[in-house]
């Protein structure tokens, strides 16, 4: 949906009013006389409260009341992606409880790097998500198709970024329980990029959904996230720096190969550094998956599709995505899937050998990456 030029002059005039109004030039509005209006959304999304938002909205589009309606849906969850309007996500209102104070939220993105200077702020906690593991609930304690698992912890990873690395989330989740147990989150500055270049990068990606500005106040060299990273590994229990070698008692999933076996390796040169032996092997929950339910899926949506899992969150938004991916993982898992190692690297030969003789192999169209 667009809205057209003299709509956007209102809108921006009566934002121009509010205190919590983020800079921004009404400049990029003039070179075209028509905008979507995700685009508008994520331009203010983090930085207006609801009720600023509906009463603007209330006020100065009341003649397009489908409209209306649409950008304070889209507002009140905070996402440049809704849930998919299906009786499976009114399923997921009421596991997750129907109160104002358990709807949706987006998470709070300095909170998921340990930079959260607003957790005394009662409009701050209403209006982001502070608790990683609340789309995480499972009730499969009990579920009786569960196996032993090979390890106890599972690490998904989805990273994101293109030409180099962006935004590095790990969810730690016990293979038995199927619970959250911790999460490692970091937004990733490209090393070998100019200012310019990455400032474009990062409005192209993130600008969209409104997280550029947190990604350019939290950002860190690849180096470091990965110092950062061992050290949590290591506070789990999960590696030892003198002992290197792959983890204990915890794989990796990823969904596909791409994660681990092209790009690490890729922001390793690019950065410098040796590739970690933690990163050797991997779990393709692709693979488990066309082996467990003897069906393809090209993707993260296409799983959830399959399994009737709704999308939470903002597609392409590493976390979210990791979130997702994990959803799946607890499906599978509670229905009694057996997560292996699908992928090795050897670590002379560099060459990747993959276990499962059934596996997704013909060209794949990447999902968009950017
Ligand atoms: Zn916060």
Not at 155 to 162: R, S, Y
Not at 202 to 217: L, N
Request: proline share 6%; glycine share 4%; aromatic share 10%.
């Amino acid at each position: 949906m667009h809205l057209s030029y003299p709509f956007i002059l209102k809108i921006l005039e009566n934002l121009s009013r509010g205190a919590e109004l983020k800079p921004f030039s009404t400049a990029a509005f003039m070179n075209s006389t028509r905008f979507p209006v995700s685009r508008i959304f994520s331009l203010f999304s983090r930085s207006l409260s609801p009720p600023i938002i509906n009463l603007l909205f209330n006020s100065t589009l009341p003649h397009v009341p489908s409209c209306k309606f649409s950008i304070i849906a889209q507002f009140s969850s905070s996402s440049s992606s809704l849930p998919p309007p299906s009786p499976l996500y009114a399923a997921m209102e009421t596991q997750v409880g129907s109160s104002s104070s358990s709807r949706w939220r987006p998470m709070c993105l300095y909170y998921t790097q340990g930079k959260c200077t607003q957790m005394d702020d009662s409009i701050h906690l209403e209006k982001f998500n502070h608790d990683c593991s609340r789309d995480l609930q499972v009730n499969a304690t009990d579920s009786d198709k569960k196996c032993s698992q090979d390890v106890d912890f599972l690490l998904v990873l989805d990273l994101e970024g293109k030409v180099e690395i962006l935004e590095f989330p790990v969810l730690l989740m016990d293979a038995k329980s199927l619970g959250l147990v911790d999460f490692f989150h970091r937004f990733v500055r490209p090393s070998k990029m100019s200012e310019q270049a990455i400032n474009k990068y990062i409005e192209g990606k993130y600008g969209e959904i409104g997280v550029d500005r947190v990604w350019h106040d939290t950002a860190l060299p690849f180096m470091e996230v990965i110092q950062q990273f061992e050290a949590w590994l290591t506070q789990h229990n999960l590696w030892k720096k003198e002992e290197g070698g792959c983890l204990a008692c915890a794989a990796f999933v990823t969904c596909g190969n791409w994660d681990l076996k092209t790009k690490i390796p890729q922001q390793c040169i690019v950065s410098g550094i040796k590739l970690p032996p933690y990163f050797m092997e991997w779990i393709n929950l692709k693979d488990v998956y066309l082996n467990f339910y003897g069906r393809e899926a090209r993707g993260m949506m296409s799983m959830m599709k399959q399994l009737e899992i709704p999308a939470l969150g903002s597609h392409h938004l590493g976390i979210d995505d990791s979130k997702n991916i994990a959803r799946v993982l607890q499906h599978m898992l509670a229905d009694g899937a057996l997560m292996q190692i699908t992928a090795r690297r050897h670590p002379e030969s560099q060459k990747v050998e993959f276990h499962y003789e059934n596996r997704i192999r013909a060209p794949q169209r990447r999902e968009r990456r950017l």
